[in-house]
């Protein structure tokens, strides 16, 4: 069983708000992810980090970003949500060992509304 | 740069029947291969993973998935289908080490018919 945990599950919030996903993992991985996933489309990466202060931008251009202060911990953040940002926000994290490598652990995913 | 194509966005099979849902990728070398299964709601678990060695890969739930270098393909299949299985399907592949994680196909939508 993983243990990769987002919250909120679901948001629904007014444009121009400041809202930030939160995504925490215990199982001490140095990879993290952000993906969006539209219905019916396939997964895009949004953001990426290596480890503590490493952010990357991902292959889908995105308004959002993210810190990495601690290990267990990847946040999102929209300054200013848009209706356009309306889409589920997947997070997952993957270690170096072994068995392990490459595979992502997910969390159950933040389900965001912009009205 | 890499790339996955699941040709089927929906399949609908009859309980008790078998399934093959399809994956191709494009990638110079041979890649690390992924397959996920999603629940309405939920995130993504790993059904199972190629990396080398034998072609065919024993997953979770009775799943199955056999890499065709000479096919760019990874399908996966199950000999005998339940109601729980309806769900997202994803075939997902990396160039190595997982870096800049993995690039997923578009789903493929698995319906189950009583």
């Known amino acids: 069983e993983a243990d990769i945990y987002q919250t909120p599950r679901y948001l629904v919030i007014g444009t121009g708000k400041k809202i930030t996903l939160e995504c925490s993992q215990t199982?001490?991985?140095?990879?993290m992810y952000w993906y969006q996933q539209d219905p019916g489309m396939e997964l895009h990466l949004i953001h990426y980090?290596?480890?503590?202060?490493?952010?990357e931008k991902g292959d889908l251009s995105s308004e959002s970003t993210v810190s990495r202060i601690r290990t267990e911990h990847f946040p999102l953040t929209l300054e200013s949500a848009r209706p356009s940002h309306t889409s589920q926000y997947l997070c997952?994290?993957?270690?170096?060992?072994?068995?392990?490598?490459?595979?992502?652990?997910f969390g159950e995913g933040s389900r965001l509304t912009v009205l | 740069a890499q790339s996955v194509t699941q040709p089927d966005i929906h399949i609908t099979v009859s309980e008790g029947a078998s399934l093959e849902l399809r994956c191709n990728y494009s990638?110079?070398?041979?890649?690390?291969l992924f397959w996920y299964v999603q629940s309405p709601g939920q995130g993504l678990q790993l059904l199972l993973k190629y990396f080398s060695g034998d072609t065919l890969v024993q997953g979770i739930k009775g799943f199955e998935a056999e890499f065709k270098r000479s096919q760019s393909s990874f399908n996966l299949r199950k000999p005998s289908v339940h109601w729980s299985d309806a769900a997202e399907y994803f075939c997902a592949v990396d160039s190595g080490g997982g870096a800049d994680g993995l690039t997923f196909g578009k789903g493929t939508h698995l319906i189950i018919q009583p």
């Open positions: 997952a994290s993957s270690g170096t060992s072994g068995s392990e490598t490459g595979e992502l652990f």
């Open positions: 990638y110079g070398a041979t890649p690390y």
């Open positions: 980090s290596y480890g503590v202060n490493s952010t």
């Open positions: 199982m001490g991985h140095d990879k």
